[in-house]
């Protein structure tokens, strides 16, 4: 009997080990639980403090916020930023969506220069940035600072430049996930040219890729201040929140609040408008 009982303690102890394990693996380790907590109080808090200043207004305390809705300026801040930052999404992709395919698939030895170049926008600061676009284009043969349009466009072209490290990483990370030299050759099998490959096979299996990068450049492009201050668009969002916080103490605390709304609400159209694009390889469009 006790040899029978030591013969089974053994096997008694591993189990309980096993479902200790499986109860650990289940709730996760007690520091990772401790990092998390860290990590959502460093997010949060900061959140819950600017909410708490947006509501000291007495004896209305949600007056902040029914100024920032009953003010133009935050709606036409708000559009000008979004188009402009549309504009952006779509002169980048042109730009960095052909260049990452071609250098993937015919030059990758090239792939370091052209990382090089993305991050200079991470090197040169935006004040220089701007100078230098004043510099440029405000006299002959170019000018473009003396009207309204042409300094449109010169905020178009920097905050292009701006995005270029997040895209690209976007895009070559997407790019990095399919296998393009096949996808290529499938479709030029079935007698496509290259704009039809690009449109039709490399865009729609980069949707989620291009979406993260997408909504990384709008994020930059609304809460952007200086670049649009220098070129005298005062009808950006980053300079009206400027411009507001001078004049109201507490009305920029909940226009900030309102932005991280609208940020989050674009992230989950990220999360809805890429599911089930990972995995999905397609060259039927390619016909």
């Known amino acids: 009997m006790t040899d029978t009982v030591g013969a089974r303690a053994p096997g ?36 819950v403090g600017t909410f708490l200043h947006s509501i000291r207004t007495r004896p209305d305390i ?38 990452a395919y071609w250098v993937r698939l015919r030059v990758p030895r090239l792939r370091p220069i052209v990382e090089f170049v993305t991050l200079m ?22 000018q473009l600072t ?20 997040y895209m690209y990483r976007a895009v070559d990370t997407g790019l990095a ?9 499938a479709a030029q099998s079935m007698g496509s040219g290259w704009t039809r490959i690009l449109w039709r096979v490399i865009f729609p299996n ?8 997408a909504f990384l450049t709008l994020a930059i492009v609304v809460g952007e201040y200086t670049i649009a201050s220098f070129l005298a668009r005062n009808e950006a969002f980053g300079v009206y929140l400027s411009l507001l916080g001078r004049s109201q103490p507490y009305t920029p605390a909940a226009v900030s609040l309102i932005s991280f709304g609208l940020t ?19 060259v039927a469009g390619a016909r």
């Open 12 to 47: 008694a102890r591993e189990t309980v080990a096993t479902s200790a394990r499986r109860r650990r693996r289940r709730f996760g380790s007690p520091w990772a639980w401790i990092i998390f907590i860290l990590g959502a109080a460093y997010f949060i808090l900061p959140l």
């Open 62 to 99: 949600f007056l902040a916020y029914r100024q920032v809705f009953a003010d133009q300026k935050f709606a036409i801040g708000l559009l000008y930023s979004f188009v402009v930052g549309v504009i952006t999404i779509i002169v980048s992709l042109l730009i960095i969506v052909p260049t």
């Open 121 to 142: 926008p991470f090197v040169i600061p935006p004040v220089i940035l701007v100078f230098g676009l004043i510099r440029v284009y405000s006299g002959r043969p170019i």
């Open 146 to 165: 003396a009207t309204s349009f042409g300094s449109d466009l010169l905020l178009v072209a920097a905050y292009v430049v701006l995005s270029f490290p």
């Open 177 to 185: 996930a399919i296998d393009v030299r096949t996808l290529t050759e």
């Open 206 to 213: 980069l949707r989620t890729s291009l979406l993260s990068g």
């Open 264 to 282: 989050w609400l674009a992230m989950g159209a990220i999360a809805f408008l890429g599911r089930g694009a990972r995995g999905q390889i397609q």
